[in-house]
């Protein structure tokens, strides 16, 4: 009796082990190959999965993140014949885990000798200072053949860079001299450019003077014009205010010595200090009228029989 619940127990631990080493858990981004006597038979993603003991094994466990592969520099040759050293940087992601299992051995290895490989081929049809100047350009050619020629290894180019050119030390060089040469040059441009601009702002200062001089001169030249103008009307005016007053003072005078009524002999007196007036003048010919000219004889008269 002992024996068979020894038996019992032992087959039960049996059984209680295969079932708790066959019980698998897949984490997040990675994938399970999962191979039935020595065939591919399906694909684990993430969760819990039971394997079953000798007849299942897990062939390769496959990172799906995007991973980055820093490949060696390797020599090229450009189109005119300089060797320079360029290294690579490429970015890839496995998107079928069966494929990158049985696609390709070593598939980093494919990679980077596929890089270096293509790398020669672009860079051979391309001249040193284009090489220099379209990473660009020669980063997108190299990701489209790569992830072309990768497509059946479940891999895929998220992205390639040109990480480091380094051109020989005589080439380097000269360009450094030649870059010396530009800046030199745009600076003397630059220069040239700031003095003509500076002479033309001066110019234009002068001309901006010159300008508002003439316009104050202007200015100044019409205003005492017109004070000058204001000047006279005022005079003329206030000449013809002082004839209006002197004729409304004699109409005055006229007008009180009428309303008096002066005698004969006031008149007689008047005509005569009139005419010493006009005597007193600057007239060569003197018109007298006659009642003044019987006055006159009659003064005369006066006078001799005195």
């Given at each position: 009796?002992?024996?068979?619940?020894?038996?019992?127990?032992?087959?039960?631990?049996?059984?209680l082990?295969?079932?708790?080493?066959g019980?698998?858990?897949?984490?997040q981004?990675?994938?399970?190959?999962?191979?039935r006597?020595?065939?591919?038979?399906?694909?684990?993603?993430?969760?819990?999965?039971?394997?079953?003991p000798i007849?299942?094994?897990?062939?390769?466990?496959?990172?799906?993140?995007?991973q980055?592969?820093?490949?060696?520099p390797?020599?090229v040759?450009?189109?005119?014949?300089v060797?320079m050293?360029?290294?690579?940087?490429?970015?890839f992601?496995i998107?079928d885990?069966k494929?990158?299992?049985?696609?390709?051995?070593?598939?980093?290895?494919a990679i980077?000798?596929?890089?270096?490989?293509?790398l020669?081929?672009?860079i051979?049809d391309l001249?040193?200072d284009?090489?220099?100047?379209?990473?660009?350009t020669?980063n997108?050619?190299?990701?489209?053949?790569?992830d072309?020629a990768?497509?059946p290894?479940g891999?895929?180019?998220?992205?390639?860079?040109l990480?480091?050119?380094?051109?020989?030390?005589?080439?380097?060089d000269?360009?450094?001299?030649?870059m010396?040469?530009?800046?030199?040059?745009?600076?003397a441009i630059?220069?040239?450019?700031?003095?003509?601009?500076?002479s033309?702002?001066?110019a234009?200062?002068?001309k901006?003077?010159?300008i508002?001089?003439a316009e104050?001169?202007?200015?100044s030249?019409?205003l005492?014009?017109?004070?000058?103008k204001?000047?006279?009307?005022?005079?003329?005016e206030?000449?013809?205010?002082?004839?209006?007053?002197?004729?409304?003072?004699?109409?005055?005078?006229?007008?009180m010595?009428n309303?008096?009524?002066p005698?004969e002999a006031?008149?007689?007196?008047k005509?005569?200090?009139?005419l010493?007036r006009v005597g007193?003048g600057?007239a060569t010919?003197?018109i007298?009228?006659?009642?003044?000219?019987?006055?006159?004889?009659?003064v005369?008269?006066?006078?001799?029989?005195?």
């Amino acid at each position: 009796m002992i024996p068979a619940i020894i038996a019992i127990s032992a087959v039960a631990l049996i059984i209680l082990i295969v079932i708790v080493t066959g019980i698998k858990i897949v984490p997040q981004a990675k994938a399970y190959v999962i191979e039935r006597f020595g065939a591919y038979d399906k694909t684990w993603q993430t969760g819990l999965h039971f394997l079953i003991p000798i007849v299942e094994r897990i062939s390769k466990i496959v990172s799906l993140k995007e991973q980055v592969a820093d490949f060696a520099p390797q020599p090229v040759i450009t189109k005119d014949n300089v060797t320079m050293q360029i290294d690579t940087v490429v970015f890839f992601q496995i998107t079928d885990a069966k494929l990158y299992a049985y696609g390709v051995e070593r598939p980093l290895m494919a990679i980077e000798n596929l890089t270096a490989t293509t790398l020669r081929n672009i860079i051979g049809d391309l001249e040193l200072d284009n090489t220099l100047t379209s990473r660009d350009t020669i980063n997108a050619k190299i990701r489209s053949i790569l992830d072309e020629a990768t497509d059946p290894w479940g891999i895929k180019i998220t992205r390639v860079e040109l990480k480091n050119i380094k051109p020989p030390a005589e080439i380097q060089d000269a360009m450094e001299k030649q870059m010396k040469a530009e800046r030199q040059r745009r600076e003397a441009i630059l220069k040239a450019e700031g003095e003509k601009a500076s002479s033309i702002l001066v110019a234009e200062g002068k001309k901006a003077s010159q300008i508002l001089e003439a316009e104050a001169q202007k200015e100044s030249a019409i205003l005492k014009a017109e004070a000058e103008k204001q000047a006279q009307i005022l005079k003329a005016e206030a000449e013809k205010e002082s004839i209006l007053r002197v004729n409304e003072a004699h109409a005055e005078s006229i007008r009180m010595i009428n309303e008096a009524k002066p005698d004969e002999a006031y008149l007689t007196m008047k005509k005569l200090e009139a005419l010493e007036r006009v005597g007193d003048g600057q007239a060569t010919k003197i018109i007298i009228p006659s009642e003044l000219q019987k006055l006159v004889g009659l003064v005369n008269t006066i006078k001799d029989g005195n």
